[in-house]
């Protein structure tokens, strides 16, 4: 049709120095060829000041006062001109009073083809002089083929195919930031990738003429046989833009085109397809193969049978099966891959359709004489349910959804219930559950919160199950977190200051997206005062504590719902000062070993130098070395228990005071495990000498005491040798009850025949 005007503004006001778009008023944007604008009768012609918009109407940047006066629009179209009833443009002096920023012309998506030049327009005024700048996502747009014109109408020169995408205007006025977007679309004519090639097939071929195309938007590919529009069918069918024919005739013969079209523009390709009748049989060809008879019929496939020919004249290379709906035209071939093969399954059918079938041997002649025809009906179709339609899933709790549904389109027979299939799609489960219910609706209760879970219904009728609908999928509602943080461990830094470290609560109590987390902490004998204190990490150093006390701290997670339980308070002492942590610790003073059956109770002092770190201590044992296991224990630990030990076995074991620096020298104990018949009660353990002061403790009533006995020497290594003895004044558990101690005394023996090699 054509250019048609609406009712525009007869009246514009601007402020000197501001910018004003002027309405063409055109109805339908770009329906002309031409665009003009004239001023009191004069035409205007563009330059950095004065700009016509893709929409038409004209753009007017910082105006002045000689640009007051009245403005007509004119479009040009299939050689007429129209043109609207003009506007009155007054120009107001200039105020310096600040001025909200006004946009005039907001960004619009923008389609263009490949090569033109794109205006993606962003109008503003005010006062001070708004500032405009564009960027493409993050990043400013810099290109010798992009230029802002007018202030802030951004133009795109030859546009490529990677200019699409999502631009920003931003607008900074007065301490204020606007951003307004626009997409960008850059069309492409479709683009033949692959098109039909010039065939020669048989009668009865199935045959492809391919044609792939590409282009933006997506073209619509059609085609024609001798310039007549195919229309597809059964046997004739476009298939991702290829043309299939099953079963080629006489009379598809011909010249095929492909025609990939959009709104940009169009591309076609052509093929001839030449069509070859089948041979007669010669003398040389084999005869019909016998017995055709089909030894399975279904719905949609037969699988036929069936014995070599009496006389195959030469080796059979295949067999092929022709074969045709009853009162139709069309016939078509299948082959099998091999002459051993002597049945062939038939698909591609339809249900309760009656075809007819023949088979053929094929010898280096080729194709032999066919069998007679063999009339199939093919078995009707089920009848059960189609899919349900309209399938929505809601969550309406955290633990529970909704479900509601429309009845399959075909039903066939009543239904009488539904299936409901749903399976967890979070964690680990991947079982699909089901349940029957029998209306159109169903809420499911006891789901995991904020979980998501697939559901999909299943209608059944007297014939069985339907058709499955789509999977829907759907998150129920979030909720506070049910578990607390797992793992809570303290480490105290210095005297003022303890580092708590975390693990988040397992997956299934997060109930939603963990934020933070909160930490508590109070000093012993405070219980009514705790600090409170939040993070978003999985550590929080607590600072500025009280040197040589103890505290407590208990974690929380939090998410968008709250906060969940916390986990049970983990208590901590800081240091009295401040200990050396530049190097690692001394040896332990003392290392102390107790063997029993299966079991090594070792006990230990700290090192003799109180003014370095210990943050714990490192174990190690095994038989004849150290090394086989290991283990660490808390700085405060003074005795470890070794279990699962073999009986009558040496081990040796190491300890070594460990900070942030390292591991110190370790001190060296051995130990043999006693025998399973010499049981001792662990309860028995005395560790009077570990613990106690000497000088203090109270000695019980003196045991007549006799010489040790049994003594035993062992090298350890190049520079240790181990003592054990036995003291017959002491039960048969060995345990000291008095605070009696033994003195090992030692010297070097030099045998009177000692040799010395020089």
């Given amino acids: 049709g054509e250019p048609r005007f609406v009712s525009s503004s007869l009246s514009t006001l601007v402020i000197q120095g501001d910018s004003v778009v002027l309405d063409c008023g055109a109805e339908v944007t770009g329906l002309w060829n031409e665009v003009r604008w004239f001023k009191e009768g004069r035409s205007i012609t563009e330059d950095s000041q004065v700009m016509v918009l893709s929409s038409g109407d004209l753009l007017l940047q910082n105006a002045s006062m000689a640009d007051g006066g009245k403005y007509f629009c004119q479009l040009v179209f299939g050689g007429r001109t129209f043109t609207n009833q003009g506007t009155n443009l007054s120009v107001l002096p200039e105020m310096e009073s600040n001025r909200l920023c006004v946009v005039l012309r907001h960004p619009v998506d923008v389609s263009v083809r490949l090569g033109h030049t794109a205006t993606l327009e962003c109008v503003v005024a005010g006062f001070p002089a708004p500032s405009v700048h564009w960027t493409r996502g993050t990043e400013s747009v810099l290109s010798e083929r992009f230029s802002v014109v007018a202030g802030g109408i951004m133009r795109i020169d030859n546009v490529q195919e990677d200019d699409a995408g999502d631009y920003t205007c931003i607008i900074k006025a007065q301490n204020e930031t606007q951003r307004l977007y626009a997409k960008l679309t850059v069309l492409e004519p479709p683009r033949i990738l692959h098109g039909p090639e010039n065939r020669n097939a048989s009668v009865s071929d199935d045959i492809i003429l391919e044609c792939q195309a590409e282009g933006r938007p997506r073209p619509v590919i059609s085609w024609f046989q001798n310039g007549d529009l195919i229309i597809p069918d059964d046997f004739i069918q476009i298939v991702d833009g290829s043309l299939h024919v099953l079963g080629v005739m006489r009379s598809d013969e011909g010249v095929y085109q492909c025609m990939a079209e959009s709104e940009v523009d169009g591309m076609q390709a052509a093929a001839q397809l030449v069509v070859i009748n089948h041979a007669v049989p010669g003398i040389l060809a084999s005869s019909a193969p016998r017995g055709v008879t089909a030894v399975l019929v279904s719905t949609r496939f037969i699988r036929l049978s069936w014995r070599a020919p009496a006389e195959s004249r030469g080796s059979v290379l295949h067999y092929s099966v022709y074969y045709m709906r009853v009162g139709s035209v069309r016939e078509r071939r299948s082959d099998t891959l091999q002459a051993s093969e002597l049945q062939l399954v038939v698909g591609e059918l339809r249900p309760e359709t009656r075809y007819s079938f023949q088979v053929v041997a094929v010898n280096q002649a080729g194709p032999g004489e066919r069998s007679a025809p063999l009339r199939i009906t093919t078995q009707p179709e089920v009848q059960v349910p189609g899919p349900v339609l309209n399938l929505h899933v809601v969550a309406i709790t955290t633990t529970s959804v909704s479900l509601q549904w429309d009845p399959p389109a075909n039903v066939f027979s009543p239904i009488m219930h539904y299936k409901l299939y749903y399976m967890q799609l979070d964690g680990e489960a991947t079982t699909e559950h089901d349940l029957d219910t029998n209306g159109p609706s169903f809420t499911k209760e006891g789901l995991r919160k904020f979980t998501r879970y697939s559901f999909r219904v299943v209608a059944y009728n007297k014939h069985g199950p339907g058709v499955s609908s789509e999977d829907a999928i759907v998150r129920t509602y979030s909720d506070v977190p049910s578990g607390s943080p797992q793992e809570l461990i303290l480490e105290v830094v210095n005297s003022q200051s303890v580092l708590v470290r975390w693990k988040p609560p397992s997956l299934e109590t997060h109930n939603g997206d963990i934020t933070g987390y909160k930490i508590h902490y109070r000093k012993a004998g405070r219980r009514a005062e705790a600090e409170i204190e939040e993070t978003a990490h999985l ?64 006990s230990w002092t700290p090192p003799a130098n109180p003014q370095i770190m210990v943050r714990g201590y490192a174990l190690g044992y095994g038989i004849g070395s150290p090394h086989g296991k290991s283990l660490r224990v808390d700085s405060k630990q003074r005795y470890y228990t070794i279990d699962n030990l073999e009986p009558s076995s040496q081990y040796v074991i190491s300890l070594k005071a460990f900070n942030h620096m390292g591991e110190g020298i370790p001190l060296y104990e051995s130990a043999t495990t006693r025998t399973l018949s010499d049981h001792m009660d662990p309860s028995d353990i005395d560790l009077f000498h570990v613990f106690a002061d000497p000088v203090t403790a109270v000695p019980e009533p003196p045991t007549p005491m006799l010489p040790p006995v049994g003594v035993q020497a062992t090298v350890l290594s190049h520079d240790t040798i181990r003592v054990a003895w036995a003291d017959n004044s002491l039960p048969r558990s060995q345990r000291i009850p008095d605070a009696r101690h033994y003195t090992v005394r030692w010297k070097t023996y030099y045998p009177a025949n000692t040799k010395y090699k020089v």
């Fill in 539 to 602: 550590s929080y150093l607590a600072v500025g504590l009280d040197r040589g006390s103890e505290y407590s701290f208990r974690v929380a997670a939090v998410n968008s719902n709250g906060t969940g339980p916390f986990s049970d308070w983990l208590s901590s002492e800081t240091f009295q000062a401040d200990l050396d942590e530049s190097r690692v610790p001394d040896q332990p003073s003392s290392l102390h070993v107790r063997p029993f059956p299966t079991s090594i109770v070792v």
